[in-house]
């Protein structure tokens, strides 16, 4: 069975993203003006720490980032000019060849189940973080000695461990999107990925290009708050630009290397 190679694929959504930057820039500006809008309208609606609110306000740029995303997947792929904004963005004239199209998929439902899964991935995670970070937490004070369980290390652990291994093995159906919007069917991927194997080199591929993106935008946006006075207009129109920007770049990055990583394993002739 192939393995994911994490080190090319996370190289190439590096490279792609900075090589092909004109041409995403212009594609991705609609993305960027309605997420700076749905994250204005966080600040009037007071809903900073209301997480579930959060993400209803935020559903406008889901759907047109999900329109990105999903023409930026057949872009990299087979060369496609994304469509955004009602309108085709036509891609610059390139030297590199189109990957032969390999699946068994319509253009029309490539296109469709792959937003629509992008989409309901989406609102599952908005849904998660808004009960867990929105749900009431008691105090010490309110928890009686007998309402507190207390678990053995040994046990502890093996939960920990146990959920560890959980996220680890579902992490693959995070991107369902990618083999949908590439023409291959969900479960022709399920089979073709390496099981733990796989999932730990996507798992990899996701550090990769997060972590550095999100240390360089955390300290630009540590230096916003040093320089503007918290709360005000400055300090929030310059805080949303650059959290949109980001959500943005770092997106295309981990698209990008995901889409390049999946479609080998899926073209790969190794059972």
């Known amino acids: 069975?192939?393995?994911?190679?994490?080190?090319?694929?996370?190289?190439?959504?590096?490279?792609?993203?900075?090589?092909?930057?004109?041409?995403?820039?212009?594609?991705?500006?609609?993305?960027?003006?309605?997420?700076?809008?749905?994250?204005?309208?966080?600040?009037?609606?007071?809903?900073?720490?209301?997480?579930?609110?959060?993400?209803?306000?935020?559903?406008?740029?889901?759907?047109?980032?999900?329109?990105?995303?999903?023409?930026?997947?057949?872009?990299i792929l087979y060369r496609e000019p994304i469509f955004i904004w009602g309108k085709l963005i036509i891609p610059p004239q390139s030297e590199e060849e189109p990957a032969p199209y390999q699946g068994g998929l319509s253009k029309k439902q490539c296109v469709q189940g792959g937003i629509a899964i992008y989409l309901l991935i989406r609102v599952i995670e908005t849904c998660l973080l808004g009960i867990s970070m929105d749900m009431p937490m008691p105090s010490s004070a309110e928890i009686s000695e007998e309402e507190i369980i207390k678990l053995s290390p040994a046990l502890s652990s093996f939960i920990m461990f146990s959920f560890l291994i959980l996220l680890i093995w579902v992490f693959k159906f995070f991107w369902l999107f990618v083999p949908v919007s590439a023409g291959f069917s969900m479960s022709y991927f399920?089979?073709?990925?390496?099981?733990?194997?796989?999932?730990?080199?996507?798992?990899?591929?996701?550090?990769?290009?997060?972590?550095?993106?999100?240390?360089?935008?955390?300290?630009?946006?540590?230096?916003?708050?040093?320089?503007?006075?918290?709360?005000?207009?400055?300090?929030?129109?310059?805080?949303?630009?650059?959290?949109?920007?980001?959500?943005?770049?770092?997106?295309?990055?981990?698209?990008?290397?995901?889409?390049?990583?999946?479609?080998?394993?899926?073209?790969?002739?190794?059972?």
């Open 190 to 271: 399920i089979k073709k990925m390496p099981k733990l194997r796989g999932n730990i080199g996507m798992i990899a591929v996701w550090i990769i290009c997060s972590l550095p993106l999100m240390v360089m935008f955390s300290a630009v946006l540590q230096a916003i708050s040093e320089s503007f006075e918290g709360g005000s207009v400055s300090d929030i129109v310059s805080t949303s630009i650059i959290k949109s920007m980001a959500e943005i770049i770092i997106i295309s990055v981990q698209v990008t290397a995901m889409t390049y990583g999946i479609h080998k394993i899926l073209l790969s002739k190794e059972d």
């Open 1 to 75: 069975m192939a393995s994911f190679d994490f080190v090319n694929s996370a190289a190439k959504g590096y490279e792609f993203v900075w090589s092909e930057r004109k041409y995403l820039s212009r594609v991705a500006a609609p993305v960027f003006f309605v997420k700076l809008v749905c994250l204005f309208a966080v600040f009037v609606f007071g809903a900073q720490d209301k997480y579930m609110l959060q993400g209803i306000i935020s559903m406008p740029g889901l759907v047109i980032e999900a329109i990105f995303v999903i023409g930026l997947i057949r872009y």
